[in-house]
């Protein structure tokens, strides 16, 4: 649920020396894919003084994904010359180039990142994904689309599924009240399939389009319109109509705001998951609308709608999807839409308001009509009403390189054509002239010697420095708030594996588990509790370190635990933050074996998810996973 959220206080700093290395616990991660734009950090840096000569570089790399198409077609071969690079109007030196063409995958290709079996009882965050030149996440939506449409999508996918190119990787993502993984990313269309047929791959009815109270209030509102019984309404009428008309247009703002800012949490928490995978990811996005803005329009017929505009909210968005090489596809889950008139059950009526081809509210504005009846206002409202909920779609598509698919009824094709789309690319990178990094947007332009020939790609980036967090990282207050909620996906910022047992473990026989408080929630649990140990080895490839002139490392982390029941209620939790202090003797040795650290949970009987995350104070990123465990009765 978006409401209620735990806050968890940051409880204490301590030092995180070379006896908390020690920790026997499983090999560290492998070290992530740079990402989209790359800096010398001192980890960076760290692991090129292990292998080679060190080297001082403060230059940043930015990494920009083109789509070259012609009449939708991807256009390959394109050599570096015939590409100008152009930031805020200067042109840059291309500083690296590489083509990326769509390949099929063996069949059973693991999609791991790597084969190699983890002990048991252990579990990474690392990323799996198939070695292709991009991965696909299909993304159905029933946050904002009604039911009927979704049952449609679904049914459609599964046919797709059944012929889609061998070797095609996808991963499935719902949206609900939340956003939630059913899927990891497999090239089996076997496992996808048996998912979207399962419970957990069945549509759900929106939790903010209710089609029972929307037809409700749109038949109290459309009597108050007729209660002359003549078409003109008396003195009272006009003024019990006013006001349900008011009341109307309150629950449409409140309605569009909640959606908007559920969806977009969404979208921020799928840009944190997938900026741990390398290369381009392409998120296919069936939703049914996606609301703007709610502005003012024709106010003298319709002085009830709300002002608000969601346009910063969704650059912001868009932004930070773009900064993890994320391309949106959206794709109208409502197929190809009609004019009212045209549909077989309508009639112009006197109802002072107009509603959605599906008969639902969409969340955007209402518009009041003449006391009348009127086909051409009510196709001119519908058209207008459609192309506001488009709007957002399209701009998601285009500020992240992406494309939209709109008014059409051949879902299968729009899907292979997405896929097709955003593996066939080129990355270019390039190094930005001299010049402070002062946190504003800057432009990009990309252009092409070939004339007529489509290009999409991000539009520009926000110049911060790479080892302080980013002002214009949306959603940044409640980053560990995100990475702790139950059943959100993995965060993948910073990768670490995690061993759980309880403490009574024969594994655990002969090593110390750690005394005291094991939980800010402990004295409140009923029954007899045991004590688990979370082992966790982090990559310390990807925190970020502050150096002195000793040559030392120093980084400030805090690790939480959250436990939750199975109806996803808040059992205990644990949250600590350290001083990670590596002196110049045990840099190469912690490169190669990662951060240790035990921490305890005190649980009672039961079965429970257990919630751990690892988040970096001064980057301001987070590493996220989930696991199930199972605490035995004494």
């Known amino acids: 649920m978006m409401e209620g959220l735990p806050v968890y206080p940051f409880r204490c700093i301590a030092s995180l020396a070379s006896a908390l290395l020690l920790i026997a616990a499983p090999a560290g991660p492998k070290t992530p894919s740079a990402p989209a734009t790359q800096s010398s950090s ?25 789509v070259v198409t012609d009449h939708g077609n991807p256009v390959h071969g394109l050599d570096r010359a015939r590409f100008h690079v152009l930031e805020d109007g200067h042109e840059q030196p291309i500083a690296s180039f590489d083509e990326h063409r769509s390949v099929n995958a063996p069949a059973g290709a693991s999609t791991a990142a790597t084969d190699a079996a983890l002990p048991a009882h252990t579990y990474t965050n690392l990323p799996a994904y198939p070695p292709a030149p991009s991965v696909n996440v299909l993304l159905l939506d029933g946050l904002n689309t009604p039911m009927a449409n979704q049952m449609d999508v679904r049914r459609r996918m599964i046919q797709y599924l059944g012929k889609i190119p061998h070797g095609t990787s996808l991963a499935i993502f719902t949206l609900s009240s939340r956003l939630r993984l059913i899927e990891g990313f497999t090239t089996d269309a076997a496992q996808l399939t048996k998912v979207l047929q399962s419970p957990k791959g069945t549509p759900q009815q929106s939790v903010i389009l209710d089609p029972a109270t929307d037809q409700a209030v749109d038949s109290t509102v459309g009597d ?56 381009r990811k392409n998120v296919i996005w069936f939703s049914g609308s996606f609301p703007i803005a709610l502005d003012p329009n024709d106010a003298m017929q319709d002085p009830f709608e709300a002002m608000r505009s969601y346009s910063d909210e969704i650059r912001e968005t868009a932004e930070l999807l773009s900064a993890a090489r994320v391309a949106v596809y959206p794709i109208d889950a409502r197929g190809l839409m009609t004019p009212r008139s045209l549909d077989a059950s309508y009639s112009p009526s006197t109802n002072l308001t107009s509603v959605t081809s599906n008969g639902n509210r969409s969340g955007s504005r209402r518009r009041v009509a003449a006391n009348k009846p009127s086909t051409a206002n009510d196709d001119l409202n519908s058209t207008k009403q459609l192309m506001e909920e488009q709007a957002s779609m399209q701009q998601i598509a285009e500020q992240t390189g992406g494309r939209e698919f709109l ?111 094991g939980g800010e929630l402990t004295g409140s649990l009923k029954g ?3 004590r688990v140990a979370a082992d966790l080895t982090v990559d310390p490839h990807t925190l970020h370190y502050d150096s002195t002139r000793d040559g030392s490392l120093h980084s400030q982390v805090e690790f939480m635990l959250v436990a939750y029941d199975g109806d996803g209620r808040r059992i205990n939790y644990l949250d600590k933050g350290f001083q990670v202090n ?53």
């Open 407 to 517: 008014n059409t009824n051949g879902f299968e094709g729009a899907l292979a054509a997405a896929i097709e789309n955003g593996s066939s690319y080129y990355t270019i990178g390039y190094v930005p002239g001299a010049g402070q990094l002062e946190g504003q947007f800057r432009k990009i332009q990309i252009n092409v010697d070939n004339p007529g020939l489509n290009l999409a790609y991000r539009h520009g980036y926000y110049a911060d420095p790479a080892d302080k967090p980013s002002a214009h990282t949306p959603g940044q207050t409640s980053l560990i708030v995100a990475a702790t909620l139950h059943g959100a996906p993995p965060s993948t910022q910073i990768l670490f594996q995690a061993r759980v047992l309880p403490a009574s473990d024969p594994l655990l026989q002969g090593t110390k588990v750690p005394a005291g408080s």
């Open 224 to 279: 108050m319109a007729t209660l002359t019984g003549g078409g003109s309404l008396t003195a009272g009428g006009v003024s019990a109509l006013s006001n349900l008309a008011q009341f109307e247009a309150d629950i449409t703002a409140f309605q569009t705001d909640l959606r908007v800012k559920m969806t977009l949490e969404a979208m921020q928490q799928l840009a944190r998951y997938l900026s741990g995978i390398p290369g």
């Open 42 to 66: 001192p980890a960076q840096t760290l692991v090129q003084s292990a292998q080679s000569t060190l080297i001082h570089t403060g230059a940043n790399l930015v990494l920009v994904d083109v």
């Open 582 to 634: 590596l002196i110049a003797a045990q840099i190469q040795q912690t490169m190669q074996t990662g951060i240790r650290i035990r921490l305890p949970l005190d649980l009672p009987a039961g079965q429970f998810y257990l919630r751990i995350a690892v988040h970096d104070l001064a980057a301001e990123r987070a590493g996220s996973l989930e696991v199930p465990i199972t605490v035995a009765a004494n």
């Open 528 to 530: 007899p509790l045991q």
